[in-house]
C-alpha cells in the first residue's frame, strides 16, 4: 500500500463567473467544491489506477470533515491527525477567461502537533511499502519536518517520494537520508538552485548536476506539454509525448506523482516506470477534475510515450 501525505489539505471551491465585479456583489450559481491539496490528487489518481493509497496528514473542523467525508466518497481511506484549529479554503474564481485564486495559508501548528504527526506517520509506516510527499508544510512547522520524515521511513526501510519545493525541498536533499524519487518541474529547479533553467538538454544536465542532486536516484523533471527529462542511476533520458486536447493541467504534476509511485512501488523497468509516470500526466489534463484520470485510456497513450536515452 502507498502513503499519500498532504500535511495542509484544503476544501478548494471554484465559482464559475461571466463577469467579476471588483468592489460589487458577485452572486455565483455555479459552485465546485472538491478535497484539495496536492497528496490528495495523488491519492485520487492511484485509486483510479486500481492500487491500495492510504491519504494522511493533518486537518481539523468542519473543514477537515468535509475533506473526510470527500475521501469516503471517492473509496480513498484515510487516517489523518485531527486537530482543532479549522484547515483551510482554497477558491478559484473562473472569470472572463481568467482566474482569480485566493488561498488561505491554513491551520498555524504547534510542535505537540507536529510531533503528534510524526508519532502517527510511524506507526503508519509499518502499513506501507511505498510514501510519497507532497506539497508545502503548514504554518508552525520547521522546514526541516520533512527531513525527519525521511530519517523515519529509511529506518524502516521504505521509500519516499518527495513532490515539494523550495526550503523544505533544499533541507531534504541536502539530508544524509535521501529521498528514492523527486519531481520537480523547471521553475522549481531554477527557485531551488537560484538560476534560471530551461527545457534545454544543456540547461538540464547543468541543473541536475549540482551536488544538491547526489544520491537521488530517480530526479524526473517534468515539463508540461514538453514530457520530462530524467535522470536515473546516472543515466539521462527525454521523454516525449504526443500533443494531446487540454482539458484542465491543473493536477498534472500529482498525476505524475502518482504514475511515478504506483509503477516505483512494483518495481517495473525504467521504461515502464517512465512511461507510466507520463501517462498518467497526459491523462489528467484530459479530465475537468482535478487529479483525476479516465484509466480506459491509459494503455492508448501509454503507447504514444516515447523515452529515449540521451548521452
Ligand atoms: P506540474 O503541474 O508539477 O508543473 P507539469 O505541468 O510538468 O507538472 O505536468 C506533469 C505531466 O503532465 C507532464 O510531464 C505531462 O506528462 C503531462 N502534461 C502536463 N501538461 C500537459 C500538456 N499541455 N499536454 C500534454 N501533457 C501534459
Same mark, same amino acid.
Given at each position: 500500500m502507498i502513503l499519500a501525505v498532504t500535511m495542509n489539505p484544503s476544501v478548494d471551491i471554484s465559482y464559475h463567473l461571466h463577469e467579476f465585479k471588483l468592489d460589487g456583489v458577485n452572486r455565483v450559481e455555479n459552485v465546485r467544491k472538491t478535497a484539495g491539496g496536492k497528496g490528495l490528487n495523488v491519492a485520487r489518481v492511484i485509486t483510479?489506477? !486500481?492500487e491500495d493509497v492510504l491519504a494522511t496528514g493533518v486537518l481539523g473542523g468542519t473543514l477537515g470533515d468535509y475533506i473526510v467525508q470527500e475521501l469516503k466518497k471517492s473509496d480513498i481511506p484515510s487516517d489523518f491527525l485531527k486537530i482543532e484549529k479549522e484547515s483551510r479554503n482554497c477558491i478559484a474564481i473562473l472569470h472572463e477567461g481568467m482566474q482569480t485564486e485566493i488561498l488561505e495559508s491554513g491551520p498555524t501548528l504547534t510542535k505537540e !502537533?507536529?510531533?503528534?504527526?510524526?508519532g502517527k506517520f510511524n506507526d503508519l509506516l509499518s502499513k506501507v511499502t511505498f510514501v510519497t510527499i507532497s506539497g508545502s508544510l503548514p504554518k508552525g512547522l520547521e522546514a526541516d519536518f520533512y527531513k525527519k520524515m525521511l530519517t523515519m521511513s529509511q529506518k524502516k526501510g521504505v521509500p519516499v517520494?518527495?513532490?515539494?519545493?523550495?526550503?523544505s525541498l533544499r533541507k531534504a536533499l541536502l539530508h544524509k537520508e535521501k529521498p528514492l524519487a523527486i519531481k520537480p518541474n523547471t521553475e522549481e529547479l531554477s527557485q531551488l538552485l537560484g538560476f534560471e533553467v530551461d527545457g534545454r538538454i544543456g540547461s538540464l544536465k547543468h541543473a541536475l548536476d549540482q551536488e544538491l542532486f547526489k544520491g537521488i536516484d530517480w530526479i524526473v523533471v517534468s515539463m508540461g506539454k514538453h514530457g520530462a527529462f530524467v535522470r536515473h542511476d546516472g543515466d539521462d533520458y527525454r521523454i516525449t509525448i504526443p500533443k494531446i486536447d487540454v482539458v484542465n493541467p491543473v493536477g498534472s504534476g500529482d498525476a505524475t506523482v502518482a504514475g511515478l509511485a504506483v509503477a516505483l512501488k512494483l518495481n517495473l523497468p525504467v521504461e515502464e516506470v517512465l512511461k507510466t509516470a507520463m501517462t498518467t500526466g497526459m491523462l489528467n489534463t484530459m479530465e475537468a477534475g482535478t487529479g483525476s484520470i479516465n484509466m480506459t485510456k491509459f494503455d492508448q497513450y501509454y503507447d504514444l510515450v516515447m523515452v529515449e536515452r540521451i548521452d
Open positions: 483510479q489506477m !486500481e !502537533e507536529g510531533a503528534d504527526f510524526l517520494l518527495l513532490d515539494t519545493s523550495g526550503e
